[in-house]
């Protein structure tokens, strides 16, 4: 998710649906490419549709895995494979696998892993497991949020304005039970990283840092830059600005054509 917090505030919803569900929520920790995450379950899903279609599949051999003249695809495969069947002997080739696996496939078995904790927990506590996944991971009821400040002048924040965001930022963040992870000055942005509470409301807990900074000077722009995708770099920054900026413009155009036309 990606978003200036000027716009609806997506996150919100998101909070409301999580609330609405009824089941133990298991978030997955690692950073994994969303793209990666997509195909894994894509695939997952295809290949558990094929399989319906079947009777009397084997049970997929675990020592593949570990076999090099095995190919990669091959391998994928069998990972969901062993990911889709309850049963906890899968589940630690799996593990086992996680904890050496071929370097292009590490994430996939990571994505195995999880999948097959959930179906496995799901039985034994008999209740719906939902998985939350994002780019940037998470930990126990924490998802990991990648935020962009802008200075309000666009300039670089001096040593001063550093010191009062980062003392701003962590009172904030212990206030609304989130965790401060990292944050960085560059150019005239600041880059904000941690993990927030699943029912927190976020743009409260932003706006709460950014008002409070600003009461030494209003150096920080209300407007912000928040994704669980991916952190971003510089470049992607300011692309995603300059783009945002470019719209703004067309519906001005827009608005005030309506306006000369009424």
Same mark, same amino acid.
């Given at each position: 998710?990606?978003? &200036?917090?000027?716009?609806?505030?997506?996150?919100?919803?998101?909070?409301?649906?999580?609330?609405?569900?009824?089941?133990?929520?298991?978030?997955?920790?690692?950073?994994?490419?969303?793209?990666? /995450?997509?195909?894994?379950?894509?695939?997952?899903?295809?290949?558990?549709?094929?399989?319906?279609?079947?009777?009397?599949?084997? @049970?997929?051999?675990?020592?593949?895995?570990?076999? &090099?003249?095995?190919?990669?695809?091959?391998?994928?495969?069998?990972?969901?494979?062993?990911?889709?069947?309850?049963?906890?002997?899968? %589940? #630690?080739?799996?593990?086992?696998? #996680? +904890?050496?696996?071929?370097?292009?496939?590490?994430?996939?078995?990571?994505?195995?892993? /999880?999948?097959?904790?959930?179906?496995? &927990?799901?039985?034994?506590?008999?209740?719906?497991?939902?998985?939350?996944?994002?780019?940037?991971?998470? #930990?126990?009821?924490?998802?990991?949020?990648?935020? =962009?400040?802008?200075?309000?002048?666009?300039?670089?924040?001096?040593?001063?304005?550093?010191? =009062?965001? #980062?003392?701003?930022?962590?009172?904030?963040?212990?206030? %609304?039970?989130?965790?401060?992870?990292?944050?960085? %000055?560059?150019?005239?942005?600041?880059?904000?990283?941690?993990?927030?509470?699943?029912?927190?409301?976020?743009?409260?807990?932003? /706006?709460?840092?950014?008002?409070?900074?600003?009461?030494?000077?209003?150096?920080?722009?209300?407007? @912000?830059?928040?994704? +669980? =995708?991916?952190?971003?770099?510089?470049?992607?920054?300011?692309?995603?600005?300059?783009?945002?900026?470019?719209?703004?413009?067309?519906?001005?155009?827009?608005?005030?054509?309506?306006?000369?036309?009424?």
């Amino acid at each position: 998710m990606q978003m &200036e917090l000027s716009d609806e505030n997506v996150f919100d919803k998101l909070n409301e649906v999580i609330s609405d569900i009824n089941g133990s929520l298991n978030i997955l920790e690692e950073q994994i490419d969303i793209e990666l /995450q997509m195909e894994y379950f894509k695939f997952s899903k295809e290949l558990k549709d094929e399989n319906e279609k079947k009777t009397d599949l084997p @049970f997929p051999d675990s020592n593949l895995l570990f076999d &090099e003249s095995i190919s990669l695809s091959e391998k994928k495969e069998i990972l969901v494979l062993l990911a889709s069947v309850e049963d906890v002997e899968a %589940f #630690r080739a799996i593990e086992k696998y #996680r +904890n050496d696996p071929d370097g292009e496939l590490k994430e996939w078995s990571v994505l195995a892993l /999880q999948e097959s904790r959930m179906l496995i &927990e799901s039985s034994l506590l008999d209740e719906n497991q939902v998985f939350i996944s994002t780019g940037l991971g998470g #930990r126990q009821d924490k998802l990991r949020y990648f935020v =962009v400040l802008i200075h309000s002048e666009e300039q670089a924040f001096n040593d001063i304005q550093k010191k =009062v965001v #980062r003392s701003e930022f962590q009172y904030a963040f212990d206030d %609304f039970g989130a965790e401060l992870e990292n944050i960085d %000055f560059t150019e005239q942005f600041c880059t904000v990283l941690g993990l927030i509470p699943i029912e927190a409301p976020i743009k409260e807990l932003f /706006q709460k840092a950014i008002r409070d900074s600003n009461q030494f000077g209003d150096f920080i722009k209300e407007n @912000f830059i928040v994704t +669980n =995708v991916k952190k971003l770099n510089l470049s992607e920054i300011k692309d995603f600005l300059k783009k945002a900026d470019e719209e703004e413009k067309t519906d001005q155009e827009s608005e005030d054509y309506d306006e000369e036309t009424d």
